[in-house]
């Protein structure tokens, strides 16, 4: 299973507030099918398997700009481990067991 982070930034929204598009982008990742995710303060973590989460990631784009944004910029960061199964939990528990 893979992990990625994404931040999508509307641009040309003619407000500094974002909460709005993010909310949006919240029901649009409850419609997506075989994934998980977790809204943070900065970004969003998506789990699941890799075209999951890039169609996740697609659909999310285009909700941005479908909600009025004249430009959007999306970053992904993507951990994809393949020798096991890993998740974010996994993940934050194998470093709390080494604190």
């Given amino acids: 299973m893979?992990?990625?982070e994404v931040t999508i930034i509307p641009i040309g929204t003619g407000s500094t507030s974002?909460?709005?598009y993010v909310a949006q982008m919240q029901r649009v990742l409850q419609k997506q099918e075989g994934v998980e995710y977790q809204l943070?303060?900065?970004s969003t973590i998506i789990e699941g398997p890799l075209d999951r989460i890039l169609?996740?990631?697609t659909a999310l784009h285009e909700a941005t700009f479908e909600a009025g944004a004249g430009r959007?910029?999306?970053?992904i960061k993507i951990?994809?481990?393949r020798d096991k199964?890993?998740?974010s939990e996994q993940k934050?528990?194998?470093v709390r067991e080494k604190l």
Avoid: E, G, N, Q
């Avoid at 959007?72 to 970053?75: D, F, H, L």
């Fill in 18 to 20: 974002l909460s709005a």
């Fill in 40 to 42: 943070t303060s900065m």
């Fill in 85 to 87: 199964p890993s998740s």
């Fill in 55 to 57: 169609a996740a990631i």
């Fill in 2 to 4: 893979a992990i990625a």
């Fill in 92 to 94: 934050l528990r194998s």
């Fill in 72 to 75: 959007v910029s999306t970053s």
């Fill in 79 to 81: 951990d994809d481990r």
